[in-house]
């Protein structure tokens, strides 16, 4: 999920950021900080994201399958890298990646078990 991604979905439900905290349970400035892209929201928020776009009509694939999401992402940043480097980092970009999509899957598992 991408920092204008919180933004856009704030904005659909027409809320301020103090109104859209308080609903994810956090603080403005964690808030304002995912906005700005100096932090990352972890699953969890990025799960109760996703659960208060659905439920208020916000569609977007991005919202309906954060792992899938977050898949994207990140194998949009190991493209960039790939292409940044030499062809004998490709492989060891590869490893990171797999490595990557396995913790990430790992760790929704593990939070959707609670629900």
């Not at 919180?6 to 304002?32: D, W």
């Not at 990352?40 to 439920?55: C, F, G, M, V």
């Not at 919202?63 to 890298?81: A, D, R």
């Amino acid at each position: 999920m991408k920092p204008g991604d919180i933004k856009e979905v704030r904005l659909f439900l027409n809320m301020s950021q103090p109104e859209f905290a308080k609903e994810l349970n956090i603080t403005g400035r964690t808030l304002l900080n995912y906005e700005k892209d100096k932090t990352s929201p972890t699953i969890e928020t990025i799960q109760r994201i996703k659960e208060l776009a659905k439920k208020h009509g916000f569609n977007d694939n991005r919202m309906v399958n954060p792992i899938e999401g977050l898949k994207s992402e990140l194998l949009e940043l190991f493209k960039q890298k790939k292409n940044e480097s030499n062809s004998m980092i490709t492989d060891e970009v590869s490893s990171v990646y797999r490595l990557c999509i396995n913790i990430i899957e790992s760790d929704v598992k593990r939070i959707m078990q609670k629900y």
